[in-house]
């Protein structure tokens, strides 16, 4: 019996330092965040501050058939970054948005290009809920953009914007837009 309790030892720890080498492969493709952080792009370094843990962002139609939703969610705290998205089409059904497909390390640059250009403004808003126009009313669609600060006692904050952004002026116009974009370059990626 003792014998038998030996071999298992070894086999577990032989088969745990298999594992601990694909982690630190794993480890070794990770990029480090910090305040301040810059993580280079296909165009510029990001600087990011203050801290983010996430951000969320995409389009959604709550009158349609198929592919009503189109959303991304990139994962900024610690010592990585992950991009994901979500295929489930679930905004409006299923409990939510289920991110559970990984976007590759090359679609991760695009989405880090909009992250870079969100406006101050909306990094030091007061409110968790911003609505501007009537997001997917009248079957128009909408825009969603969320993030959250890595800050105590820190909320979700969401922005719903009408997909054509009416309503929108100014720098929230202009980030908009470029979430339209991003969304549309991400599109042959998923």
């Known amino acids: 019996m003792k014998m038998i309790i030996q071999i298992l030892t070894l086999s577990l720890l032989i088969i745990l330092s298999g594992c601990n080498s694909v982690t630190k492969k794993k480890e070794a493709e990770k990029v480090e965040i910090t305040k301040n952080s810059k993580i280079d792009t296909i165009s510029n370094p990001i600087e990011i ?3 983010i843990i996430y951000v969320a962002y ?6 349609c058939a198929n592919e009503c939703t189109k959303m991304y969610k990139h994962y900024l ?4 970054t992950t991009f994901w998205t979500d295929k489930t089409d679930s905004y409006f059904k299923d409990g939510g948005l ?3 497909t990984e976007m590759s390390r090359e679609s991760q640059k695009i989405g880090f290009e909009l992250i870079n250009s969100i406006p101050e403004s909306i990094l030091k808003t007061a409110n968790t809920r911003n609505i501007f126009g009537c997001p997917d009313c009248d079957d128009g669609c909408g825009l969603h ?3 959250q ?3 105590p006692d ?3 904050i969401i922005y719903e914007m009408e997909y054509g952004l009416n309503g929108t002026t100014g720098e929230i116009k202009k980030f908009g837009e470029k979430i339209k ?3 549309e370059k991400l599109e042959n990626y998923r």
């Open 149 to 151: 600060l890595d800050e």
């Open 181 to 183: 974009s991003t969304i």
């Open 77 to 80: 705290i610690g010592n990585a």
């Open 145 to 147: 953009f969320e993030f």
């Open 58 to 63: 995409g389009y959604y139609c709550g009158e």
């Open 49 to 51: 501050e203050p801290r």
């Open 98 to 100: 289920k991110f559970e």
């Open 154 to 156: 820190s909320k979700p």
